[in-house]
């Protein structure tokens, strides 16, 4: 598994940015999906995460109602849909993959991700 995570950049406050992380093998659909950022200063944190078929969704609470994560598994790829950016938003935020342990499996500790993909920043402005 060979993650690739782009889209990042730099938005006013109230902005949106989409996401995008691309598996380059052939296993993507055997992997539970997440999101972390991680700011300057501060700990890496979970942020989303989505089952292997995209019918579960599991969500950081500051993030809810103003982030999507979703997946199309025919482009080996799962997006981070961001709206209403704050700027305490402003991270690098990575993708990961989780060997799926269920079918309902989306993990919210980053311990349990096997995969990472380099980061992407994200820098919202005030």
């Known amino acids: 598994l060979q993650l690739q995570a782009f889209g990042g950049g730099l938005v006013q406050a109230g902005g949106s940015l989409r996401l995008s992380c691309t598996d380059s093998g052939r296993t993507f659909i055997n992997y539970a999906m997440g999101w972390f950022r991680q700011a300057p200063g501060r700990e890496r944190e979970f942020v989303a995460s989505i089952n292997w078929s995209g019918s579960t969704v599991y969500y950081e609470d500051s993030v809810k109602d103003r982030f999507t994560v979703s997946r199309d598994n025919a482009k080996n790829t799962v997006y981070l849909q961001m709206n209403s950016l704050k700027p305490e938003d402003t991270a690098v935020y990575h993708c990961?993959?989780?060997?799926?342990?269920?079918?309902?499996?989306?993990?919210?500790?980053?311990?349990?991700?096997?995969?990472w993909g380099q980061g992407t920043q994200v820098t919202v402005s005030s």
């Open positions: 990961a993959a989780a060997y799926r342990r269920s079918n309902f499996y989306t993990p919210n500790v980053a311990s349990d991700y096997h995969y």
